[in-house]
């Protein structure tokens, strides 16, 4: 097979679609044949020598997947050749070929292509997972999503909606605001020129979650933006990974810190891949079908042009950018929102 293959690690990595061995599938497991992929933070984070796959995982970047099913290992029963899917990867998305457990193999949602299908697993994981299993978000709550124009931002938008609470966005350009508003955000805010913190709580008196992916630099002003009984769940450190915090703020008001993260954990078992991917079929799947949640695809390029791909997501652009493999005869599916060439961002 051929896949992406980084080479000097670093500021400026090379990345290069060149033959790679074949993957095979191992006992309960399947073996996709990719249609396409998609960019994530931390496929950048690893091709930048910052971010190492766990252990048994492919070296291969890529953290998700649509495709159709090549061969299925032993004990495999739910999926056979043939069936069109896409899947949350530990790492091996960047190729042709990819092996996963079929216990993190998700069947493309009604009305989505199997090409778009790819900008959903990684978001919808950890949306589901942190807005749900960990921070119990429910009707009549509220929450804040820095980074509104992001692929979490726009999935985290949609699904916090669908389940009746109150959306507060942050972003630095006006027209990320705007695709956050079409979406379905009520409240959203330009932090280069006003303070989040004292806008919610003027606007909400604080809000009860906040998805954080900048970490160290917005941790204690979080934690001043939450609500009585609030939680930030931190899911990455784009801000930095030290800071001191006033305990006496998190114990006078009930406030909590969660940190989380999806690709370190194990593939079965409580808290596991296989759990969340499980809820997300059960939960979130049906809201696609619905037409309540969507894709958000800002760009769709060939996987050879992955660098093209990393450097557009240190850009402007809203929502996930999609990377794909022999693109002839997967037609884009109308449940997409696409954005276009110039995009939004945080």
């Keep these: 097979m051929r896949a992406i293959t980084v080479t000097n690690p670093g500021a400026t990595p090379t990345l290069t679609w060149a033959e790679a061995p074949d993957p095979v599938a191992g006992p309960d497991e399947v073996l996709i044949r990719v249609a396409a992929t998609a960019v994530n933070r931390a496929d950048l984070l690893q091709a930048s020598g910052n971010y190492p796959p766990p252990p048994g995982a492919s070296e291969i970047l890529g953290l998700e997947c649509s495709g159709v099913v090549a061969a299925v290992g032993d004990g495999v029963t739910d999926w056979t050749v043939g069936d069109e899917c896409c899947a949350l990867l530990s790492g091996g998305g960047y190729a042709e070929l990819v092996a996963v457990p079929a216990s993190q193999v998700l069947p493309v949602p009604q009305g989505v292509s199997l090409v778009d299908a790819a900008a959903l697993p990684e978001v919808a994981c950890t949306v589901w ?6 921070a119990h978000l429910h009707a009549g709550q ?3 999503f820095h980074g509104g124009g992001s692929g979490i931002g ?5 699904v916090a909606k669908a389940l009746g609470a109150t959306v507060v966005v942050t972003a630095s350009h006006d027209d990320t605001l705007v695709v956050c508003a079409e979406l379905g955000a009520d409240l959203t805010i330009n932090y280069t ?7 919610v709580q003027a606007a909400l008196g604080g809000v009860d979650v906040i998805l954080d992916v900048v970490g160290a630099k917005y941790l204690q002003r979080n934690i001043s933006a939450l609500a009585d009984g ?5 899911i990455g450190m784009q801000g930095g990974t030290t800071a001191e915090l006033n305990i006496a703020d998190l114990l006078a008001h009930r406030r ?3 940190g989380t993260a999806l690709r370190s954990r194990p593939p079965t078992g409580p808290g596991s891949k296989a759990e969340v991917v499980q809820a997300v079929r059960e939960h979130l799947w049906p809201m696609i079908a619905d037409g309540k949640v969507r894709p958000v695809i800002d760009a769709v ?5 992955a660098g093209d791909g990393h450097r557009r997501m240190n850009q402007r652009h809203a929502g996930k950018i999609v990377l794909t493999v022999n693109p002839e005869g997967h037609n884009r599916g109308n449940q997409a929102i696409r954005g276009n060439q110039q995009g939004a961002s945080r």
């Excluded at 997972?129 to 960990?134: G, H, R």
């Excluded at 609030?230 to 931190?234: H, K, S």
């Design 129 to 134: 997972s942190n807005l749900v299993l960990t």
């Design 142 to 144: 509220s929450v804040l």
């Design 154 to 158: 726009t999935m985290g938008i949609q």
């Design 193 to 199: 020129a006003d303070d989040f913190v004292q806008v």
């Design 230 to 234: 609030g939680r930030v769940i931190i």
């Design 256 to 258: 909590g810190v969660i």
């Design 301 to 305: 390029l060939e996987l050879p042009d």
